[in-house]
C-alpha cells in the first residue's frame, strides 16, 4: 500500500529522526527523493556541509552519458537518470542506474527507455509507491527500484520533449511539455502512479512554458506553478481536474528585451524566478521537432556560451503569492545581453536570494528582508547548475565553469559570498542539471558525460 500524505511525513520522521526540509507528501520517505529535494524547489539540505573544515574528495566517473540528476530511496540507496546527447545519429533513449556510492558504477540499470526520439533532460523520483518513476521525452516510465525493469510505461499526450516531474500530496504524478514562444499552449498532464492512466483531462495552458513546475499546499488546497511565455501561472488540484486560477502575474512582454523563465522557488510566501531562460542553444533544441534532433551536427551552435538573443541584463524576480500586482524585479549584473540555463533560490532563513549570469559571468547575493532587493555581494563565477542549500551552517554549493574550460564546485558563504572551497570535478561540459546532497557531507554533480560525487572529511 502507498505511504502518500501526511502518513509518508510521519514515517520519514520515524524512519530518520528528521523533520523534513519541506513536504515530502507522496514520496518514498527520503530526504532527496525528488529533483531540488522537494516540489517547492528550495534545493535545501538538511544539516551542515562545513566544507572548510574539511578535505575535498572526489570520484568521476566519464559514462558519456547526459547524467541529469541522483535521487534516494532507501538510506544510501541512489539512483542517477539521464539521457543520450544523441542530436545526431541512432535515436536517443531515456535510462535509469542504481549506483555504488562509492565507485558511482551501475549496480542495477534500465533498459533503453523510449523517449519518442526527443533528446533533452527529464526527470526521476522515487515514489511513496516504491517505484522510480522516469520522463523523458514523450515517454513515462515506472520501474522496479531493484532490478530497474520497467513496470509500466505510457506515451504522454504531448509529442514533444517534457521537463520535470513531480508527484502530489495524493500520490499522482504531474509532468508537462515544453513550449517556447510561439509554439502553442503546454500540456498540463496528471497520473496515476501505478497503472499510469491519465487522471482528468490534460490541461493546456494559453501560452507556452520553458521551466519545471513546482507545486505547493497553502492551507489544506494544493497549487501548482508554472512559468509560462509571459506570464506564471498557478493552477489549483481539486479532485481529479486541474483548475487556472485568477493569480497570473506578468513578468515580461512577447519580443520584449527579456527571455523567458526557468523554475519557479517557492519560498517565503513569495514565487522567485530568473528570465533571459532560452537562449540560442534551448531556442536551436526546442525548434525542430523532435526535439534536439538533426541531419547534420549542430557543433557548437549547441553551447549555451553564445551571445544572448535580447539585450537586457539578467533579472531576479519575486512575485508574492498573495497578490499577483506586488512584483519585485532587480538586475544584479546589470550586463547586456545576460542569460541562464537554470533558476534561483532562496534561503529564507538567510534573508538571501542567489541569482547568476551564465552568458556573461557573475553570481550574487540579494538581499531580500527590506523592502527592496538589493545586492549584498557578488563572486567571480560562471554557474550554470541547479545548486543545493546547507542553511545550517550557511553554505551553498554551485559550479563555476573557468576560463580555462574547467568545470568546478564552489561552496560559498550565503551571507557574505566568500568562497569557503573550490573543488575540481573532472567534468569539461557544464550545463544546467541538477547537484543532490548525499547526506555525508557529500554532493553528486550530474553533467553531459561525466558523473562524480565530491565529498567533504
Known sequence: MPIIGSQADSYYVAVTGLDRVESHSGYWPSAWPVE????????????????ADGSARVVTSRNGRWN???VEREPGQWYVGGTMAAFTGPPPFGWVQRIDVDTLQPLASSPELPCGDHVWCGAILAHANGSIMSVNGAYLHRLDPDDLSVVGERRLPANRAHNGLLALRDGTLITKDLRLEGQGG???TRLDPGSLELVGEPLVLPEGSMGRIAADVVDGDEFVYVPGTEHLWQLSVGGDELALEPWRPRYRTPGGEWGLSWDACLSDGQCWIMDCGDVESVRLIHGTVPNG?????PGRALSWRQPAPWLGAQRLIRVSLEDDEVIDSIEPFGTPGGGIIAPPVHVASHEMAIAWDSVNGGLAGV?????????????DARASMQPVVFAESGELVINDFTAEGNDDLIVVDISTGAVLDRVATGSRIANGMFLSPGGERDIFYCSTATLARVAWV
Open 186 to 188: 503546454t500540456t498540463i
Open 36 to 51: 531540488c529535494g522537494g516540489n517547492r524547489r528550495q534545493k535545501s539540505a538538511a544539516g551542515r556541509l562545513d566544507a
Open 367 to 379: 538581499a531580500t528582508g527590506g523592502e527592496t532587493l538589493e545586492v549584498a555581494w557578488h563572486v
Open 68 to 70: 541529469v540528476m541522483v
Open 293 to 297: 534532433r538533426y541531419q547534420a551536427p
